[in-house]
């Protein structure tokens, strides 16, 4: 099966500056990949060269099996910015019946698109009425329209309450599972974390880690930290046990320990039975591993 994205060995200029190095990647039907990287690392400029806005110097990149830019690879499509604009004046009802009738869809579906993004209720008020987090939800639903093979989204969920936020990513979870391929960039760590299958971290124009959330804490090797919960009177036995255990000011001991002595370590503190209140095991987070592969010069 052909990949909905292809991306191989892309360079772009401007001028003497090299956004981006040789990245290479691909994205099958269905899958949700997480585009990470600071201010300047290339992530807008490779979604510009994905949507077909601006052309690059080198490399190989399809869309659906078309070149960006195309009118088949247009029509298969869809992009939500940061910041979705629309006219004041409108309904969020007409500017989908117009967003619809731009692409030859029935305009009609416009109030079920709305009733997708939690707006059906919204639908009759103008858009100069709305808040920031409708105006995201109005540009989700346009986003909707044709069902496109690929979904570029751009900090989707700014300006969404936690609710909304919550909705937004089970709204992507039904379009991947009907094979929406989907590429998302984003500053908010926690909620990719959990929501996407594929991270991908660009650093200074190159695409310098990419996999899975377990892939890649496997590679950072960084380490694992355990929160210990002493029984009551029982910390200063904890403590001898332990001694390279960090207390904390709610009479948790924190333990750290490479991936490879994990199970080791929770062995010896099994062995330790009714001394043991609670204990919690912490991997990496996803900004701990962002950090790591991310690091710019002079950090």
């Known amino acids: 099966m052909t990949p909905n994205l292809t ?16 990245v290479s990647l691909t994205l099958e ?31 190989d990149v399809t869309v659906c099996g078309m070149a960006p830019g195309s009118s088949a690879a247009r029509a298969q499509v869809a992009y939500l910015p940061e910041n979705a604009a629309f006219h004041p004046a409108l309904t969020g009802e007409e500017q989908l019946r117009h967003y619809l009738a731009l692409r030859g869809e029935n305009p009609k579906q416009a109030m079920a698109l709305l009733a997708r993004v939690g707006l059906e209720k919204a639908g009759h008020r103008r858009i ?17 329209i044709g069902r496109p093979g690929l979904l570029v989204l751009d900090e989707p969920t700014s300006g969404l309450d936690p ?9 992507l ?8 391929a989907i590429l998302l960039s984003s500053h908010v760590l926690t909620e990719v974390e959990a929501r996407t299958d594929r991270i991908l971290i660009l650093s200074g124009g190159e695409l310098v880690a990419e996999g899975t959330l377990a892939d890649l804490r496997a590679r950072a090797a960084l380490p694992v930290s355990l929160l210990v919960r002493p029984t009551s009177n029982r910390t200063p036995s904890l403590t001898a046990a332990f001694p390279q255990a960090v207390a904390s000011g709610d009479g948790l001991l924190r333990l750290s320990c490479a991936q490879a002595q994990k199970l080791p370590l929770l062995a010896r503190i099994a062995a330790l039975g009714g001394d043991v209140a609670d204990l919690d095991v912490i991997p990496p987070s996803l900004e701990d591993i962002y950090s790591h592969f991310s690091r710019r010069d002079g950090q």
């Open 7 to 22: 991306i191989s060995r892309l360079t772009k200029r401007f001028g003497e500056v090299k956004a981006l190095k040789a």
């Open 29 to 59: 039907a269905g899958r949700r990949a997480a585009l990470l990287g600071h201010n300047g690392a290339g992530k807008s400029t490779l979604m510009k060269i994905v949507l077909g806005l601006i052309p690059y110097d080198s490399g």
């Open 128 to 144: 100069g009425t709305y808040s920031k987090g409708m105006r995201q939800r109005v540009g989700l639903a346009q986003t909707l």
């Open 163 to 171: 609710v909304s936020r919550r909705d937004f990513y089970d709204l």
């Open 173 to 180: 979870d039904g379009l991947a599972a009907e094979g929406t």
